[in-house]
């Protein structure tokens, strides 16, 4: 029985090379981390519901109320679900890192066989001899030098008491500008003795902090990198 060899034709090697990439880099993409959208009434930052605070004590007097902390000569401070407070951001960080490796390996054999019975060992007319040379090198440095800072404020909610009376807050503000929006959102816990008269109280003072700043639009987008070059930088880019 006769067999023939069929030859794959040069078009379905590059197709087939071509879906093989497109294979490569749509698994890269999909191992990219992408920004989520961000819009406004987030419920995580929403204010508290109006219909889910509790309804005002009773009055059983004719100037104090029992389980109602008010006092006639206390600041009005933030103590009550829903209540609003003013968070002053005073946030300054700076870091710096620098790292740098670098290995080098260098190895060398041969092998000259010596004659037996005053012949040269050998196979059709190749010498068995052996010589092997081999270097591999690596360096990498990296450096990094950062500063952030945030200054300004916001005012937000109360919106849970803890039992231990800690307030929990949350809240966002949204500037729309002509070229997009600008945001701020802020989730901690602070403890009533933090509070000023003023009813503010500094970030620094925000335990478990969220605070999140950025923007959506034209210009916020046109400062971002694309997906291929989020692809080219991440770890999943084997060059």
Same mark, same amino acid.
């Given at each position: 029985?006769?067999?023939? *060899?069929?030859?794959?034709?040069?078009?379905?090697?590059?197709?087939? $090379?071509?879906?093989?990439?497109?294979?490569?880099?749509?698994?890269?993409?999909?191992?990219?981390?992408?920004?989520?959208?961000?819009?406004?009434?987030? #419920?995580?930052?929403?204010?508290?519901?109006?219909?889910?605070?509790?309804?005002?004590?009773?009055?059983?007097?004719?100037?104090?109320?029992? *389980?109602?902390?008010?006092?006639?000569?206390?600041?009005?401070? $933030?103590?009550?679900?829903?209540?609003?407070?003013?968070?002053?951001? @005073?946030?300054?960080?700076?870091?710096?890192?620098?790292?740098?490796?670098?290995?080098?390996?260098?190895?060398?054999?041969?092998?000259?066989?010596?004659?037996?019975?005053?012949?040269?060992?050998?196979?059709?007319?190749?010498?068995?001899?052996?010589?092997? &040379?081999?270097?591999?090198?690596?360096?990498?440095?990296? &450096? $990094?030098?950062?500063?952030?800072?945030?200054?300004?404020?916001?005012?937000?909610?109360?919106? @849970?008491?803890?039992?231990?009376?800690?307030?929990?807050?949350?809240?966002?503000?949204?500037?729309?500008?002509?070229?997009?929006?600008?945001?701020?959102?802020?989730?901690?816990?602070?403890? #009533?003795? &933090?509070?000023?008269?003023?009813?503010?109280?500094?970030?620094?003072?925000?335990?478990?902090?969220?605070?999140?700043?950025?923007?959506?639009?034209?210009?916020? *987008?046109?400062?971002?990198?694309?997906?291929?070059?989020?692809?080219?930088?991440?770890?999943?880019? #084997?060059?």
């Amino acid at each position: 029985m006769n067999t023939t *060899n069929k030859l794959v034709p040069a078009s379905k090697v590059l197709t087939l $090379a071509l879906v093989f990439m497109a294979s490569v880099i749509t698994s890269g993409c999909t191992s990219v981390p992408f920004e989520e959208d961000v819009f406004p009434n987030d #419920p995580d930052y929403a204010p508290v519901p109006a219909s889910s605070l509790r309804a005002a004590p009773s009055i059983n007097g004719s100037l104090y109320k029992s *389980n109602y902390s008010l006092s006639l000569f206390s600041d009005q401070q $933030a103590t009550q679900v829903g209540d609003i407070i003013t968070v002053i951001f @005073d946030e300054q960080y700076n870091s710096s890192k620098s790292a740098e490796t670098q290995s080098k390996k260098d190895s060398s054999n041969s092998s000259t066989p010596t004659s037996i019975l005053g012949t040269v060992p050998g196979w059709r007319n190749l010498g068995l001899d052996i010589d092997l &040379d081999h270097s591999r090198s690596f360096k990498g440095s990296g &450096d $990094a030098d950062r500063s952030n800072s945030l200054s300004g404020t916001i005012s937000v909610t109360v919106s @849970d008491i803890l039992p231990s009376g800690v307030l929990q807050i949350r809240g966002e503000k949204w500037l729309t500008l002509s070229e997009g929006d600008e945001y701020i959102r802020i989730v901690g816990l602070i403890r #009533p003795q &933090d509070i000023t008269p003023q009813n503010t109280v500094m970030s620094s003072k925000v335990a478990d902090a969220r605070i999140k700043f950025g923007g959506r639009g034209n210009l916020n *987008n046109a400062t971002k990198e694309g997906w291929f070059g989020r692809m080219t930088n991440s770890a999943w880019w #084997p060059f």
